[in-house]
DNA sequence: CAGCATCCTTATGGATACTG
DNA sequence: CAGTATCCATAAGGATGCTG
């Protein structure tokens, strides 16, 4: 990783968006952004990438979320227009989620975050790492 | 409709990543994603991305954000990593804050997401608005 | 200017029990 | 199975005042 060029493609491949207008139609994207950009969300988003998927595997698939916690993000998500909530009325209750168009718009960047977080993961921990010891430590008591 | 046909360009795109794994490696990038996928730490990166700006430059570009929580995201990123903090011994103290090479790497995702924010906020509204409408209405008492 | 410390309010999120 | 409801702990986040 040979650092020569500082920045080269990052101003050709995207004009400055929405980042620099300070709070006029920026709040909605904020808002937007910490509803979207949230952690659960993403994850959710990211497993529907693949097709429909019923209440249960959705949290088996991303482990670590509560029934609450997946109930409440679905719900945000079918109410936002990103998924949809379809209940089979059979006798053991089926429910199964998509994800509609828009929601479909998202997946890519969604999957471009996710997947940014997975190949860095390690080397972010290593950062960290570096940081709490030349600081006063990870918890400082 | 079918799984047939129903998403074409989603899987040679990309493959699952690390949205099926529940609960190994896959903690740590959730950790992650509940980092960099944060609304502001998102704006932020977003903001480094034409330069390296001051405090008072992010502050006033983002427009919202307590200097409470930009501290404290500033802080975070660094330890992640991504921005570096340049203290200059002036007499008007000034601190300058830029991506680094993995902050770099995460612009591209991050602006991804956030000009996707940016572009279908009213949609996202809209949808919102209809949902709330054939609900109880947006605030059920 | 940039940031730290403190107080205080609200939002987030887990555990548990109960229902259609 | 797929929720809903309740309780409760903690974290997020704003406001204010003080410092180098």
Redesign the pocket.
């Known amino acids: 990783m040979t650092e020569a060029q500082a920045r080269p493609q990052i101003e050709t491949l995207k004009p400055p968006p929405v980042c620099g207008e300070h709070g006029e139609a920026n709040q909605l994207v904020r808002d937007l952004l910490?509803r979207i950009g949230?952690?659960?969300s993403l994850m959710i988003i990211g497993n529907l990438a693949e097709g429909p998927l019923?209440?249960?595997?959705i949290?088996h698939a991303i482990g670590?979320?509560?029934?609450?916690?997946?109930?409440?993000?679905?719900?945000q998500l079918e109410r936002d227009g990103l998924i949809t909530?379809t209940?089979y009325a059979e006798v053991?209750?089926?429910?199964?989620?998509e994800v509609t168009d828009l929601g479909r718009s998202l997946i890519v960047p969604a999957l471009g975050l996710v997947n940014w977080a997975a190949a860095n993961a390690d080397q972010v921990k290593a950062r960290r790492h570096a940081y709490d010891l030349e600081h006063g430590g990870p918890a400082t008591p």
């Open positions: 910490g949230d952690k659960w019923r209440f249960s595997a949290q670590g979320i509560s029934q609450r916690m997946l109930t409440l993000n679905l719900r909530r209940v053991p209750p089926r429910v199964e989620y």
